[in-house]
C-alpha cells in the first residue's frame, strides 16, 4: 500500500492506494470520530461491493446505515441530494456519524456536499472506485451538484478525513470509464509534469490493459500532483489551483450542450484539452509537435479528440456560465509547451474561433 498525504494543516490527510484495501476496515474507523457511518454508493456499485464492505465495516463494531442512488451524471442533483437528505434523517444520523462516499466521482461529489452541508457539516471519507474518482475526484474537497445551466455550480469545499484507493475495484470498470479517468491522469503530465507524461506515453498501452502495477503508479502519481497543488491553493484563489481545470472550460460546455451523461466527463475533457491545445498553438504558446504528441497519447488512451460540433455561438454562451468566468471574461488554462500551463483571461476571440472550429467533428 501507498500513502500519500494532502497537507492541509489541520485539515490534512492520507490517500491509501493499493490492492483489496476495502478489505481492511482499521483503516477507516481509525479517523471515525464515532463508530456510526452511513455508506452512500449508487445502483451499479452496490451489487458489487456494498454488501462485502458493510459487513467489514459491522465487524469491526460500526453501525452501518447504506444509501443506494440511482447511478449517472444526469442524477447529480438536487433531488437526489434530497434523497440522501431523507434518509440521514430517517436514520437519525447525528453530528458524528461518519458519510462514506463509495462509488465514483457523482457519489463523491454528491456526498461531499451532503456531508458539508448535513447538520451544518459531518464526517466525510472518500472511497472512489472508478479511475477519474481514485486520480481527481476524491481528492482535494471540492464537492458539488449540477444545475440544469451548467457543471458543478451548486457546491462547497469541504476535505474528507481520508481517502481510500481500492485498485481491485477497478476491474470491474468499463473500458470507457478506464479511458475517461485516463484523461485526468493525462492532464497531470500536461500542466505540471512532462516527466509524467513521457512515462504516460511509454506505458498507456499497459494502462489500458489494466497492468496493476501501471494503474498504481498512475494513480500515486496523479494524487501527488493533485495534493500539491491543492496544499498550495485550496480554494482556487492564487490560479495554482485553476490549472487542473485545463480543457475543463470547454468540457464543460460539451457535458452542458450534449445533456449531462452523453459523454462521459473525461470524455469531454479530453477534446476540451485538444481545444485548449490549438488555442495556445493559435497563439504561438505551443509548437505544433506538442498539439500531435498530446493528440496521439489522447487517442492511444481510446479518448475523443474531436469536438461535437455544436456551432460557434452556442459554445461561446456555453462557456460564459463557467466558474471560470470573472468580471464577466472568460478564464483560460493554456498550455506553454507540455508540462506547462497557466490561466489568462487575454485570449482573442479569433484563437478561440479558430480552435474551436477546427476541432470540431463534422458528420
Ligand atoms: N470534485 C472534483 O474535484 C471532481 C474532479 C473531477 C471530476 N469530478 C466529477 O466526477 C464525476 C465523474 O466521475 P466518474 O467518472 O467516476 O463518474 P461516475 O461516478 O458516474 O461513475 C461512472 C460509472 O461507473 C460506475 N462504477 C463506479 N465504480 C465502478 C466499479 N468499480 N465497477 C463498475 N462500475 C463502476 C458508476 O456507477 C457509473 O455508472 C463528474 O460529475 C465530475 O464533475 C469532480
Ligand atoms: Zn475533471
Known amino acids: 500500500m501507498q500513502t500519500v498525504r494532502v497537507a492541509l494543516a489541520d485539515r490534512s490527510y492520507p ?155 477497478l476491474n470491474s470498470l468499463p473500458q470507457r470509464e478506464v479511458s475517461a479517468g485516463l484523461a485526468e491522469v493525462i492532464k497531470y503530465g500536461l500542466i505540471r509534469d512532462s516527466a509524467f507524461f513521457a512515462w504516460l506515453e511509454s506505458n498507456v498501452d499497459a494502462l489500458i490493459a489494466r497492468d496493476a502495477a501501471a494503474l498504481a503508479y498512475a494513480i500515486q502519481r496523479s494524487c501527488e500532483n493533485k495534493a500539491e497543488v491543492v496544499a498550495a491553493d485550496e480554494r482556487e484563489e492564487s490560479g495554482a489551483r485553476a490549472q487542473l481545470n485545463l480543457g475543463h472550460t470547454f468540457g464543460h460546455a460539451i457535458e452542458a450542450g450534449l445533456g449531462f451523461g452523453v459523454w462521459l466527463h473525461g470524455e469531454a475533457v479530453a477534446a476540451g484539452m485538444v481545444i485548449a491545445a490549438r488555442v495556445s498553438q493559435h497563439m504561438g504558446l505551443i509548437r505544433a509537435d506538442e498539439v500531435a504528441r498530446i493528440e496521439t497519447l489522447l487517442e492511444r488512451a481510446r479518448l475523443p479528440i474531436a469536438a461535437p460540433d455544436l456551432g460557434l455561438a452556442r459554445y461561446m454562451q456555453l462557456m460564459g456560465t463557467d466558474k471560470k468566468v470573472e468580471g464577466g471574461k472568460i478564464r483560460f488554462i493554456l498550455l506553454r509547451g507540455i508540462g506547462s500551463a497557466f490561466l489568462t483571461a487575454d485570449v482573442p476571440h479569433s484563437a478561440l474561433a479558430a480552435a474551436l472550429t477546427t476541432s470540431v467533428k463534422h458528420d
Request: glycine content about 10%; hydrophobic content about 45%.
Open 15 to 169: 490517500i491509501y492506494i493499493g490492492e483489496r484495501l476495502l478489505a481492511r476496515a482499521e483503516l477507516l474507523t481509525q479517523h471515525m470520530p464515532q463508530r456510526r457511518a452511513a455508506l452512500i454508493t449508487d445502483s451499479v456499485v452496490a451489487p458489487l461491493y456494498l454488501e462485502a464492505f458493510a459487513r467489514t465495516l459491522a465487524a469491526a463494531g460500526v453501525n452501518v446505515t447504506s444509501v443506494v442512488v440511482p447511478t449517472g451524471e444526469q442524477h447529480k442533483d438536487w433531488g437526489t441530494l434530497n434523497t440522501i437528505f431523507d434518509a440521514l434523517l430517517a436514520n437519525r444520523c447525528e453530528r458524528k456519524t461518519t458519510l462514506i462516499a463509495l462509488g465514483g466521482g457523482v457519489i463523491g461529489d454528491l456526498t461531499g456536499f451532503a456531508a458539508a452541508t448535513y447538520l451544518r457539516g459531518v464526517p466525510f471519507i472518500q472511497v472512489p472506485t472508478t479511475l477519474l474518482a481514485q486520480v481527481d475526484s476524491s481528492v482535494g474537497g471540492k464537492t458539488a451538484i449540477n444545475h440544469p445551466q451548467g457543471k458543478n455550480m451548486i457546491g462547497a469545499f469541504y476535505q474528507p478525513l481520508a481517502v481510500l484507493a481500492d485498485t481491485t475495484t
